[in-house]
């Protein structure tokens, strides 16, 4: 069945109307419904409507010519193609309807004629093609919004999950946990569960929208699944089960993978058997096959549960697709995790399996593809408690003031806490400005702040604005930033900020602890009598530091000077700034030695490269470099003996390669 296709006609003149009609009939491939109008105000309250795929429109209708309602339905975003229809040939009428928004311009003696019928077509076809255009645009923008909706909600709900987790850890630490250990155990357990069901829909609309990307690394392999079995195996015990890591065939000691991505698959299976398993074992077996050609690992997660039914099978790696206990009903979950996993084994480049038989136990199956060293020899695995668990509950001891800066009390209050603890000092601000406060305050009487560990989202001045002004005031300790909104992109652009490192909500307070010991000074080390630790010095300019080079810096955007003046400084470059070429010049007179200029290309008052030129002729000395968004023309650069550019946008790495080499 022919779609149909909706043409509104807007025509005062019934003969011609008729005739127009007959010749509509005569085109094959479509089925028309046909509106007519005779008047100029229902012709626009017909094309308001949106209901038309084509609308033609007669240049007369008594004292209104066509042009004019033509010009009102473009000035009202109409979209529906028009073409204009006239009894008479006018070249200047013809070119004055398309310049006002008509489709075509047809003569009513060649409406029987091809002319009339290739008309029609390609308005229609332009009409589909835009249509797809606004669609796709609404797509894009659907997609950006959920996007920024899903960032909001992660913020939302890591914010009050960082309170829940946090204190209720503080709780079983304490003396309370004698009187309310069971039901606090309760409630670490169920908001773990919430976080982890959090990260499952964030990675499941990571995976829908295509944009979760995997970052493969060397990785050792018998640390990693060290980790996971350290991390496993309490789990396994609480519930009565045994848990074992083995290899059937020697393994590569090093592999490239992303380790966080096959560590979240290899969690998420085993917790599975775990849950759905009551009695007997779960076992984890790894072996090698095809290693003469392209070495694919399988790793094979067996367990002695309730197993799958057959009509389930098909299903299970489906999004919110349960394995029901049918008895108990109380091990269900979201149905997440599976359907997770196989998307990111396939994104390996493997695959997965199952197999399974009811009251007998299920086999997942994971067949993938290594990248070995060559170099690397094969063994069979050594899984023993990693270290990272064994230690796990061992405090680091450390020494040095810290400023805790986060506008909700209860976050700064166990921030603070979790801090003190390694036995640190601990200072607080509520947002930005009063942090910026403080280390100006503290900068006139006592040494810097050792580490400073402040929240993006704050009222007043946000994470963002406050690094900007603190760098600016040449504060060079420690800022860690503190965000409940986990893009791959953000911590990137928080070290190009300024930032040293990022810590995510809710605080795990081993990463917490495993940052603090980077940043800070551990106070189990004893100093010889004639060496002073860092964190009492009490005269940082006592340290040896190397000559400070200078930078002059031609830029005129405000965003991006401050950028890269952010940048030198923390590779202890002196930077000038100046926003045009004049004032260049004038700075050259001043002093005409630099040891690096960077020039913007596009400055407001003259090319970069015409200013380049000029400086040559003062014969100033120092590195000239080429700042541009467009890769510039080499043979001019060699004419000016310019030797290096910069394509835009500016990273800490690029800045670092050309400071190196400055003399």
Request: aromatic share 4%.
């Amino acid at each position: 069945m022919k779609e149909v296709t909706h043409i509104l006609i807007v025509e005062d003149d019934e003969d011609d109307y008729v005739l127009t009609k007959d010749c509509l009939d005569e085109l094959s491939g479509y089925s028309f419904k046909l509106f007519w109008v005779t008047h100029h105000t229902l012709a626009l309250r017909e094309l308001q409507t949106g209901h038309y795929d084509l609308c033609l429109l007669d240049y007369r209708l008594g004292e209104i010519d066509g042009l004019s309602i033509l010009q009102e339905a473009t000035s009202q975003q109409i979209t529906t193609p028009i073409v204009m229809l006239t009894g008479q040939s006018d070249e200047q009428l013809d070119q004055m309807a398309l310049e006002a928004g008509a489709q075509d311009f047809i003569i009513k003696s060649d409406l029987s004629s091809p002319r009339f019928d290739r008309a029609i077509r390609y308005a229609l076809s332009r009409k589909e093609i835009q249509q797809e255009k606004l669609e796709r645009q609404k797509a894009e923008e659907d997609n950006r919004s959920k996007d920024r909706f899903i960032a909001h909600l992660s913020h939302e709900l890591r914010t009050p999950l960082t309170s829940i987790l946090g204190y209720t850890e503080m709780l079983l630490e304490s003396e309370m946990h004698k009187y309310a250990s069971s039901e606090l155990n309760i409630i670490l357990n169920n908001g773990q569960h919430l976080l982890n069901l959090l990260n499952d829909v964030l990675d499941l609309s990571k995976i829908t929208a295509d944009k979760l990307e995997l970052k493969a690394t060397k990785v050792d392999l018998g640390e990693l699944l060290s980790d996971v079995y350290s991390l496993m195996n309490m789990s396994a015990l609480d519930n009565g089960l045994m848990l074992s890591i083995t290899s059937a065939t020697p393994l590569p000691e090093k592999i490239i993978i992303d380790a966080t991505r096959f560590r979240q698959i290899l969690i998420n299976l085993i917790s599975n058997a775990i849950k759905f398993t009551k009695e007997g074992s779960v076992k984890v077996e790894l072996s090698l096959v095809d290693a003469t050609q392209t070495p694919t690992m399988l790793v094979k997660v067996t367990d002695t549960g309730i197993g799958i039914g057959q009509d389930k099978l098909v299903d299970i790696f489906r999004p919110f697709e349960q394995v029901e206990d049918i008895v108990t009903r109380k091990e269900e979950g979201a149905g997440l995790g599976l359907a997770i996993s196989s998307e990111l084994i396939n994104r390996m480049g493997g695959e997965i399996s199952v197999t399974s038989k009811q009251d007998f136990g299920s086999c997942f199956t994971i067949r993938l593809k290594l990248q070995v060293e060559e170099s690397a020899p094969n063994k069979h695995l050594d899984i023993h408690l990693s270290k990272k668990y064994q230690q796990d509950t061992d405090k680091p001891k450390l020494i040095g003031d810290v400023l805790i800066v986060d506008d909700l009390v209860d976050i700064r209050s166990l921030t603070g806490h979790l801090v003190q603890t390694t036995g640190a000092n601990v200072e607080f601000a509520e947002n930005g400005l009063e942090a910026l406060n403080k280390i100006i305050e503290r900068s006139q009487s006592k040494p810097e702040f050792s580490l400073v560990i402040m929240d993006l989202h704050m009222p007043m001045m946000n994470g963002r604005e406050a690094i900007i002004a603190i760098r600016k005031q040449g504060f060079t300790g420690r800022i860690i930033a503190m965000t409940a909104t986990l893009q791959q992109s953000i911590k990137p652009e928080l070290i190009q900020l300024g930032f040293d490192d990022v810590l995510a909500k809710p605080i795990d307070k081993k990463i917490l602890w495993g940052s603090l010991s980077k940043y800070l000074t551990n106070n189990s080390v004893t100093a010889p009598p004639n060496v002073t630790l860092l964190a009492e010095t009490s005269n940082p300019n006592n340290l040896e530091l190397t000559q400070t080079k200078t930078c002059l810096l031609v830029e005129d955007d405000s965003d991006s000077a401050q950028l890269m003046s952010l940048l030198l400084a923390k590779l202890n470059i002196k930077t000038t700034l100046v926003k045009d070429g004049r004032s260049c010049i004038r700075s050259m007179k001043e002093r005409n030695h630099w040891n690096l200029i960077l020039i913007d290309i596009g400055l407001p008052d003259m090319n970069g490269l015409d200013l380049v030129k000029k400086l040559r002729e003062q014969k100033i000395s120092g590195e000239i470099v080429i700042l541009s968004g467009e890769e510039p023309d080499r043979s001019i650069l060699s004419q000016l003996k310019v030797r290096r550019s910069i394509l835009k946008p500016v990273s800490m790495n690029v800045l670092k390669k050309i400071t190196s080499t400055l003399t």
